[in-house]
């Protein structure tokens, strides 16, 4: 136990630096203007019509992902899957953190719009490669898709690819129902719904090196 607790300290390290890069890549994908990723359109719209911030509302979404775990679990649900609670914690003031960090940043053009959006994809998929390689904890929401895929025996991709749909779905209800028009749901939300697993892809592999030499016990 006490050989491995070096490796698993530097694993949730790894896992805290990429819920940094992601926090910031949710922060500069809503600076982007052109839609959020579909995981943070539902807590980007209910900040626009609630008192709650991003990274409260994204952690009040999360907490019910949990819940939703457990319900559909239940005697099967882990309990050490509770550790996405102080991940969404920690990733939902980040992320308010994030949003304040860079908003002296000014894109008014269409290409800076999409300069924005690009980065934040590449950052939220290096945050996702940090959370795979980490092998530690789930964010709620990809425990929820898993817990799903338990539950009613589906695969994993189209399970994923009906979550985010459904995501945006809900974003664009709320956007309409509070607000009268559309917002956090635009071109950005599609490329960034193709893109995040591509780039992810791509990224596992130098971290792929990275855990074989740093990471294994």
């Known amino acids: 136990m006490k050989n ?7 694993r949730y390290l790894l896992l805290a630096l990429g819920l940094a890069v992601m926090a910031f890549g949710v ?14 359109s539902v807590p980007y719209v209910v900040s626009l019509f609630t008192p709650l911030t991003l990274g ?14 457990i319900v559909l679990l239940r005697r099967k649900y882990d309990p050490v899957q509770l550790m ?8 939902g ?16 053009l269409y290409w800076q719009k999409w300069l924005c959006c690009v980065v934040g994809i590449v950052m939220v998929a290096f945050g996702v490669s940090c959370e795979v390689v980490a092998g530690v904890v789930t964010l709620a929401g990809e425990g929820l898709i898993l817990a799903i895929c338990q ?9 994923k690819v009906a979550f985010d749909v459904t995501l945006v779905v809900i974003a664009c209800v709320l956007s309409f129902l509070f607000l009268g028009r559309l917002e ?15 780039v992810s892809k791509q990224i596992n592999k130098p971290l792929g090196w990275l855990e074989e030499r740093f990471l294994s016990a």
């Open 56 to 69: 409260t509302a994204t952690i009040c979404m999360h907490c019910l992902f949990i819940l939703l775990q």
């Open 27 to 40: 922060a500069f994908s809503i600076k982007g203007a052109l839609g959020t990723s579909p995981i943070s």
């Open 184 to 198: 956090g749901v635009r071109e950005g939300t599609v490329a960034a719904a193709i893109c995040v697993g591509i």
């Open 4 to 10: 491995q607790q070096p490796h698993l300290i530097k």
């Open 151 to 159: 539950a009613a025996h589906t695969k994993f991709p189209p399970t």
């Open 84 to 91: 996405q609670l102080p991940v969404a914690l920690f990733f």
């Open 93 to 108: 003031y980040l992320t308010d953190f994030g949003t304040w960090a860079i908003q002296g940043i000014a894109c008014p």
